[in-house]
């Protein structure tokens, strides 16, 4: 299988493609229903993630950088549908090999940081569908980490901006905010070992609980209870500079915002075993 790989790739790059030329092709163009793309990729897919099992990672490592690349052609909403296609791959590789293959996303992690934070303004569904592949398949890669690759600095520090930013710019759609912070509760899952991460982490969650933007407010404070839950005893070591934010949401403005955080308050004590009253004003 190895000797015949170079020549087999070739071919899965071609037949990679076949999302963008159904989307572009006049003469394909409507032919197929959203669901059927996605049945023949997946097909496709799998043929490939098949092929790779037999070969080892000195000759699928080419392969998967020239995958990788093959993403940015000229035109940039070709781009976008190749892009899908690759991280739907990724998506897939991952859940298959698990932490075996976790140190590939050290290929992709700029650019997959880059799409969490990019609007693509002429083809915003399509943005999002791209978007909601790299979600997937990054939020594999921190589920199944287990040998501390996501609690790098190097690639902590890139991902939580991105992280954070696509969860923001998410809460006006309630399937896309749930994926985004549980995406974000995997990546402090990865994270749990480093007090550097955790805290960076919380402030940049504590900023978000103060936003002018009653879903953001919400949406943080949904991630604080999933956190505190996650990670217990470690993510509560930052309570002294959450209990300001804490005191603030309490009393917010929107009943909402306010009943979640009392949610929230009564999660810290049953993991703390004592009452908040006194710390609270």
């Known amino acids: 299988m190895s000797s015949n790989f170079r020549a087999l790739s070739e071919f899965f790059l071609l037949s990679s493609d076949l999302r963008r030329s159904i989307a572009e092709d006049d003469l394909l163009k ?3 229903t959203d669901g059927e793309v996605q049945q ?3 097909k496709n897919l799998d043929a490939i993630m098949a092929t790779v099992l037999k070969v080892n990672d000195a000759v ?6 020239r995958f990788s690349q093959w993403c940015a052609p000229a035109s940039p909403e070709s781009s976008v549908y190749r892009s899908i296609t690759f991280f739907n791959f990724l998506s897939l590789f991952s859940e ?19 799409l969490l934070t990019e609007i693509h303004s002429n083809k915003r569904d399509l943005g999002h569908t791209l978007q909601g592949s790299v979600l997937a398949a990054i939020t594999s890669s921190f589920k199944h980490d287990q040998d501390d690759f ?6 902590f520090n890139v991902m939580l901006p991105a992280m954070i930013a696509h969860l923001e710019a998410s809460t006006s759609n309630q399937p896309r905010a749930t994926a985004a912070l549980d995406a974000l509760i995997e990546l402090a899952g990865a994270a749990t070992a480093s007090p550097d991460n955790l805290k960076a982490l919380s402030g940049a969650l504590l900023r978000l609980a ?7 407010r919400l949406a943080a404070v949904k991630c604080e209870q999933a956190l505190t839950q996650r990670v217990g005893d470690d993510w509560l070591g930052l309570l002294p500079e959450m209990l300001p934010v804490i005191n603030e949401l309490q009393d917010d403005d929107d009943e909402v915002v306010e009943k979640e955080t009392h949610k929230w308050i009564k999660m810290i004590e049953a ?10 004003q």
């Open 210 to 216: 103060r936003s002018d933007s009653i879903r953001v």
């Open 96 to 114: 298959r090999l698990k932490s075996i293959v976790t140190s590939y996303f050290g290929y992709v992690i700029e650019r997959a940081a880059e």
């Open 60 to 65: 699928f490592r080419p392969f998967f950088l």
């Open 30 to 32: 409507g032919s197929y």
């Open 150 to 155: 996501w609690q790098a600095p190097s690639h």
């Open 271 to 280: 993991t703390l075993g004592e009452s908040l009253d006194s710390m609270l």
């Open 40 to 42: 023949l990729e997946g």
